[in-house]
């Protein structure tokens, strides 16, 4: 036997459920025609019988079931024959509506109150229906797995079954959770940082009792850590210490670490003739990073005497020993005809080797010859994509460069956001400047940003030149070209080197510009050719 009988049509059948549902949680058993009708008597049977033997009829009223009205005339007839109270409960209808448009469910329902119920309204209609049923005097027969608190208007001559009521859940449990989750997350994470911390440490605890015992590479590896403090404190005075005593040991890198913590000053002063000197024994053990740098010091004249025959020597070897670093050098060797004879085709031969084994400076001066024409065909695409990748590498001349391209729409479309984008990423004032001096695109001397027009005057030497007169008479006037100021005529070489470009400035102090449109490069000037520019 049900407690409740609910009063529907089949359209409604998706929210009479839910209905059913949450009053079957607050201990009441509801009976629906779709799942509780036995199969074989006739259905007005199983109604009948249905509303006879429940205690109330829940009237679920809507349009659909106001235009099936016979069927609920018929069951709300039998419930008033039995005296069995009506609950009428509203689905997209008012009550004014369906008392008007149906006065015989308004005279069997009276003067019962009524509530509007949604799909998504349930649970609180089936709260609010439940407590109207106590007021009735219809209880729920099993344990509510929803609290139900009886109200308070109730008799209190009248006996109450005890509800059992369950504590109420935290609402601030769920966030108390999501923190003590976090906390132990964290705390992992600690602990196993600390862990991993442990390990270098003892791990460096490990060297030490080496390099004491007479190790030489746990003496080079105590360097290393104490030079990056890993596992223990920074330290460059220690890690020279240690770097020395594996050098004096034998350890070839160590040399050379012991060379460029004296360039750099890492373990105390700087100090360029020890570096040299520490090199020195580094590259004679083949090693080829020293022998680039020794190099290095060669061609600048730090710490040594400057050679430029013995730098080109130091770089050819390290070449031999596979260095890709001491091609570029070897190229500016050739490029600029350091202590040997200049060789364009030569240099960019360096350039590219250099390029292929991923050498960003490489990239960029083979960059340079392709943009100027020296050694290779001018080609100013080829020339964007080797700084593109060198400015990748984090070169400086590559972004000086590749700003300048981008600023110019030299091999690419122009493109003034890009162009200050690349100039702000160099941080080295050298390689904005380091154009060759008087290039009609040359910017980078003046910053990012600067362009002026300067006026230079021209002379044309006097003689058949296959112009009209007065063609030389307007060339012989002030000309302003695309030309900014050059504020340097010197150009950076390699690793803190300036030199003087190829070929000098003429003595009489006139600057150098490119030919105008029209005019044949072979045209004589009182510099004899146009030259570089």
């Not at 972004?399 to 890009?418: C, D, F, V």
Request: proline fraction near 7%; hydrophobic fraction near 40%.
């Amino acid at each position: 036997m049900k407690r409740l009988f609910l009063s529907h049509v089949e359209e409604d059948g998706d929210v009479g459920l839910d209905l059913a549902r949450e009053l079957e949680l607050r201990g009441y058993s509801v009976w629906c025609y779709e799942r509780d009708s036995t199969p074989g008597p006739s259905y007005l049977l199983n109604i009948r019988t249905a509303i006879r033997e429940c205690q109330a009829v829940i009237l679920l009223a809507s349009p659909h079931s106001i235009g099936k009205s016979h069927q609920i005339d018929s069951e709300l007839q039998c419930a008033h024959d039995h005296a069995r109270p009506v609950v009428p409960v509203l689905y997209e209808v008012t009550d004014a509506e369906y008392k008007r448009r149906r006065p015989l469910w308004a005279q069997i329902v009276g003067t019962a109150t009524s509530i509007a119920i949604t799909r998504v309204t349930a649970a609180a209609v089936a709260r609010s229906v439940a407590d109207g049923l106590q007021t009735l005097d219809v209880w729920p027969e099993a344990k509510a797995e929803i609290p139900v608190t009886p109200k308070i208007s109730e008799p209190r001559d009248k006996a109450v079954p005890p509800v059992p009521v369950q504590p109420q859940p935290n609402p601030h449990r769920a966030r108390w959770q999501s923190r003590l989750r976090l906390a132990a997350a964290f705390t992992v994470a600690l602990l196993l940082l600390t862990a991993l911390a442990m390990r270098e440490r003892m791990e460096t605890l490990v060297y030490w009792i080496g390099a004491t015992a007479g190790s030489t590479t746990c003496m080079k590896t105590m360097g290393d850590r104490c030079a990056s403090g890993l596992g223990t404190t920074a330290d460059g005075t220690l890690a020279l210490v240690w770097y020395r005593a594996a050098a004096e040991a034998g350890d070839v890198e160590a040399m050379a670490s012991v060379g460029l913590m004296y360039e750099d000053g890492t373990g105390g002063s700087k100090d360029s003739a020890q570096a040299a000197k520490w090199w020195q024994r580094a590259a004679e053990a083949g090693n080829c990073d020293a022998m680039k740098r020794l190099g290095g010091m060669y061609q600048e004249g730090r710490g040594v005497a400057k050679s430029d025959s013995a730098a080109l020597a130091w770089y050819r070897k390290a070449v031999d020993a596979g260095d890709a670093g001491a091609r570029t050098s070897l190229g500016v060797m050739y490029e600029y005809g350091l202590g040997v004879t200049a060789d364009d085709a030569e240099a960019v031969s360096q350039y590219r080797a250099a390029a292929k084994a991923r050498d960003a400076e490489g990239m960029a001066r083979l960059g340079d010859m392709y943009r100027y024409g020296h050694g290779v065909a001018h080609d100013y695409n080829q020339a964007f994509v080797l700084y593109y990748d060198a400015a990748r590498e984090g070169n400086e001349r590559g972004m000086a460069r590749l700003g300048s391209m981008y600023a110019y729409g030299l091999g690419t479309a122009r493109n003034e956001s890009e162009a200050k984008t690349w100039y702000d990423r160099t941080k080295d004032p050298e390689a904005l400047r380091g154009l060759r001096p008087g290039h009609p695109h040359r910017r980078e001397a003046l910053g990012p940003g600067f362009l002026l027009r300067a006026s230079v005057p021209v002379r044309l030497p006097s003689g058949p030149t296959g112009l009209p007169q007065l063609a030389l008479l307007s060339l012989t006037t002030q000309i302003r070209v695309r030309c900014p100021v050059v504020l340097s005529e010197r150009r950076s070489a390699g690793p803190g080197r300036a030199l003087r470009r190829r070929p000098p400035t003429p003595a009489s102090g006139i600057p150098r510009f490119r030919p105008p449109p029209g005019l044949p490069a072979t045209l004589p000037s009182p510099h004899g050719r146009w030259g570089r520019c």
